[in-house]
């Protein structure tokens, strides 16, 4: 008698693949700017001493310590939202979204006031990529929250995914720019600013490239597509 075997359902394959990878990736990825804003809020809560680099912070502490508070949450939380069994239960994925979105807008808006009036020590020559990017990280939000006012869950799903991927910008920069200085050396004003734009570019592409994923094995019909960031 000669016995036949079969491979599993492809969904059931599916449901044990691993779920972490990429949101342990995303939270190493944002560990990162969390360190720095640590320290940034140790410096001024201990009265650190005053310098040409920190002077800004000092003079108007308000704006830097929402964008801090504010990324930490969005990029830490919003990690969290690319794990297959959270961001399936309904309750998880309207809690977090309930905190994502306000922490999302403070970040933006706190990122794009601190471009326009904070004095910069290395001049303003990239503060046309931070309104650029600052401002697309909030359009998509806005755009995110009417989608899903709409019950479009897909493009809800794409334009969080844009969000949340400019918001962690810049964990990519520092891998940028380490290499750069292991390899090359110190950095000079118009390099720093090809390498800040360069993490924010990867990140963009990288969102891209997985939205377009998502979008070629959705069944054709409408479906809900969780996303990092709002509540349903």
Do not use: C
């Not at 036949?4 to 492809?10: F, Q």
């Not at 410096?43 to 504010?70: C, D, Y």
């Not at 990239?126 to 697309?136: H, I, M, N, W």
């Not at 920069?173 to 360069?198: C, E, F």
């Amino acid at each position: 008698m000669r016995t036949e075997t079969t491979s599993p359902p492809a969904a059931s394959v599916r449901r044990h693949r691993p779920q972490w990878p990429v949101p342990a990736g995303l939270l190493l990825l944002s560990l990162i700017p969390v360190i720095f804003g640590a320290l940034r809020l140790t410096e001024l809560a201990s009265g650190a001493a005053v310098t040409p680099q920190n002077a800004r912070f000092f003079a108007s502490p308000v704006p830097v310590v929402t964008h801090i508070v504010g990324v930490t949450v969005y990029s830490v939380l919003g990690a969290f939202q690319f794990v297959p069994s959270l961001r399936g239960r309904r309750g998880w994925h309207r809690i977090a979204g309930r905190i994502l979105i306000p922490a999302g807008l403070l970040t933006a808006l706190s990122g794009l006031w601190m471009s326009v009036f904070y004095p910069l020590p290395d001049g303003y020559i990239d503060v046309p990529l931070r309104l650029f990017f600052g401002s697309a990280m909030l359009v998509s939000i806005i755009l995110g929250v009417d989608a899903i006012r709409r019950r479009d869950f897909v493009r809800h799903g794409a334009w969080m995914t844009r969000a949340y991927a400019i918001a962690v910008g810049a964990g990519t920069q520092a891998l940028v720019s380490i290499p750069w200085l292991l390899l090359i050396g110190p950095t000079d004003v118009p390099t720093r600013a090809v390498l800040l734009g360069a993490g924010w570019v990867i990140n963009v592409a990288v969102a891209e490239y997985v939205i377009r994923r998502r979008a070629g094995k959705a069944p054709h019909r409408p479906v809900s597509t969780p996303s990092p960031a709002v509540p349903r």
